[in-house]
């Protein structure tokens, strides 16, 4: 079994769709979860950053991590033709010097 | 634009060249990565290197050399190389090398093996 499991996609929805996007994971000892944005040819873009469980809120983009079913997620609203793109999920925990990262999922938004 | 700027963007080279790639941060960040990352696959880590010191070496083959001259510069050097390091090379930053800061990445170099 994999550390983070990540849905790889596609995931195809129409302009103005609300999107969620996944992880689940094994290791209770994280902590700290980020999503990052990887355009083709492009190196991943840091979207969100949260620690422990809650939500946090940046314009169209929500995080939510739940410690207790080892679940986190993404929620773009009023999805956007630009937001199509590889959605990373990682996780790291204290005095871990890596990032473990899902596989990625490939979202596709029609206009 | 992105924080961390990686020099050459594209780089194609024979098994046989000697190159380097270039990463540079002016975030004041002391903890600076290699990732190397496949068509649809993750980045995967090479090396972490933390206050200028070499910190975590993934058993990256000695091919892969890298060097941190400043706590701003990050070099990769290259050599004999294999097809299959045919890639993209991410450099990253953070603040310290505890997991609790975030990780922020360049664009990277394209590196085709001919």
């Known amino acids: 079994q994999k550390e983070v499991e990540q849905d790889p996609g596609p995931l195809s929805v129409p302009e103005g769709a609300i999107v969620s996007l996944n992880c689940t994971y094994s290791?209770?000892?994280?902590?700290?979860f980020m999503w990052y944005r990887q355009y083709s040819r492009k190196g991943p873009e840091l979207l969100m950053y949260?620690?422990?469980?809650g939500n946090k809120e940046d314009g169209r983009f929500t995080a939510q991590v739940d410690k207790s079913s080892k679940y986190i997620s993404l929620f773009i609203r009023d999805s956007q033709p630009s937001d199509s793109a590889t959605y990373l999920c990682?996780?790291?925990?204290?005095?871990?010097?890596?990032?473990?990262f899902g596989t990625g999922t490939r979202l596709l938004v029609s206009p | 634009d992105t924080e961390v700027t990686q020099t050459p963007k594209h780089l194609v080279m024979g098994m046989t060249n000697k190159k380097s790639l270039k990463c540079e941060q002016h975030?004041?960040?002391?903890?600076m990565y290699w990732y190397k990352q496949k068509a649809k696959k993750p980045p995967e880590l090479m090396f972490v290197?933390?206050?200028?010191?070499?910190?975590i070496n993934e058993s990256v083959p000695s091919r892969f050399s890298p060097e941190c001259p400043n706590s701003s510069l990050l070099n990769l050097h290259l050599h004999a190389l294999q097809p299959e390091d045919s890639a993209l090379y991410l450099c990253?930053?953070?603040?310290?090398?505890?997991?609790?800061?975030?990780?922020?990445f360049g664009d990277g170099t394209r590196l085709s093996i001919l």
């Open positions: 290791n209770s000892a994280f902590q700290y």
């Open positions: 990682a996780m790291s925990a204290k005095g871990f010097q890596k990032l473990v």
């Open positions: 990253a930053s953070s603040q310290n090398r505890a997991g609790s800061q975030p990780q922020h």
């Open positions: 949260t620690y422990s469980s």
């Open positions: 290197y933390s206050y200028e010191k070499l910190s």
């Open positions: 975030m004041g960040h002391r903890a």
